[in-house]
Nanobody
Framework: QVQLVESGGGLVQAGGSLRLSCAAS????????MGWFRQAPGKEREFVAG????????DYADSVKDRFTISRDNAKNTVYLQMNSLKPEDTAVYYC????????????WGQGTQVTVSS
């Protein structure tokens, strides 16, 4: 099993920045594709960004391209989401997720961290 714990959320004004972290444990971290999702009040959960288990193109939702950057540090079993130029519409609970390289979909999820962007 894989356990995921997010941190780094908070309250920020529009135009500001935050960096989210996701600490993973339990299995071989380097064999997992990692992703970030978010869910705003009254909306469905949506994909934000993904990073492959090995070298490849990063994947971003159109709404966050050129503003957010996903990265990982396998030695620390941690994935990050750098969020710049934040907008009020970015307000949501952000979830970290993991997908083993043999799996079709994401298998493991964290509990989420709240990000609130004020106008």
């Amino acid at each position: 099993q894989v356990q995921l714990v997010e941190s780094g959320g908070g309250l920020v004004q529009a135009g500001g920045s935050l960096r989210l972290s996701c600490a993973a444990s339990g299995r071989t971290f380097s064999r997992y594709t990692m992703g970030w999702f978010r869910q705003a009040p009254g909306k469905e959960r949506e994909f934000v960004a993904g990073i492959p288990w090995r070298g490849g193109r990063l994947d971003y939702a159109d709404s966050v391209k050129d503003r957010f950057t996903i990265s990982r540090d396998n030695a620390k079993n941690t994935v990050y989401l750098q969020m710049n130029s934040l907008k009020p519409e970015d307000t949501a609970v952000y979830y970290c997720a993991a997908r083993h390289y043999t799996s079709v979909g994401y298998d493991y999820w964290g509990q989420g961290t709240q990000v609130t962007v004020s106008s």
